[in-house]
């Protein structure tokens, strides 16, 4: 299996999929995992007690954008709230990712299965993957690209990436990176490039 990361709006979910549009892969995804755990009961008790009413909407689901007030950004006090929500919903988005991983990885077509979630290294699900690959976008392109599509500013890019490792750590602890600073299709000749490595070795 390999597992994308890289800087918040760095471009890994357009790139996972266009390596499917061209090859036999299953694209697992962290994000769909940590909303459908927060729709969970059990979840929900446990968020209710630790960080109050406030966190919900009215009709008792869980209110993402205030929770992230809560745990996104460098204060202690968030630092706190982002410890203590990660011990209530990573084991249980663990268990749903290596679930969904396992599935793919059951079809006799799938010929490899990529893992793109924001928090691989940080949750320690890179013990799933067989390679890491650091999907490197400068801020600036970053900050623009989640403007247009999220409607974030910088600052809050920058606030949720710092409940993340640095990029410079992501690419650390990476065994491949790609230049994704130019033209997409560029980032795509490189990521297929080791796509093709990782899976003649995988098979070897």
């Known amino acids: 299996m390999i ?12 790139l996972a999929r266009l390596l499917r549009d061209n090859h036999p892969i299953e694209i697992v995804e962290g994000d769909p995992a940590g909303h459908q755990v927060l729709t969970e009961p059990h979840i929900k008790d446990r968020l209710r007690k630790s960080f109050g009413s406030a966190v919900f909407t009215p009709a008792g689901e869980v209110d993402r954008r205030q929770l992230g007030r809560l745990v996104f950004g460098s204060a202690p006090e968030q ?18 990712l290596a679930r969904q991983v396992a599935l793919a990885c059951s079809h006799p077509q799938v010929e490899a299965v990529l893992l793109d979630a924001a928090l691989l290294l940080e949750a320690g699900w890179r013990d799933l993957c067989d390679v890491v690959v650091f999907i490197d976008t400068p801020l600036e392109q970053r900050v623009e690209r989640v403007k247009n599509s999220r409607g974030w500013s910088r600052d809050e890019l920058q606030r949720r990436e710092a409940s993340q490792f640095s990029v410079e750590r992501k690419r ?4 491949y990176v790609v230049d994704n600073s130019g033209e997409v299709h560029d980032a795509q000749r490189q990521l297929e490039s080791i796509y093709s490595r990782v899976v003649a070795s995988v098979h070897s």
Do not use: C, F, N, T
Request: aromatic share 0%; hydrophobic share 40%.
């Open 79 to 96: 630092l706190a709230a982002r410890k203590q929500l990660e011990q209530i919903v990573h084991p249980q988005i663990a268990e749903i």
């Open 172 to 175: 650390k602890e990476a065994q």
């Open 3 to 14: 597992g994308l990361v890289g800087g918040v709006g760095s471009g890994k979910s357009h």
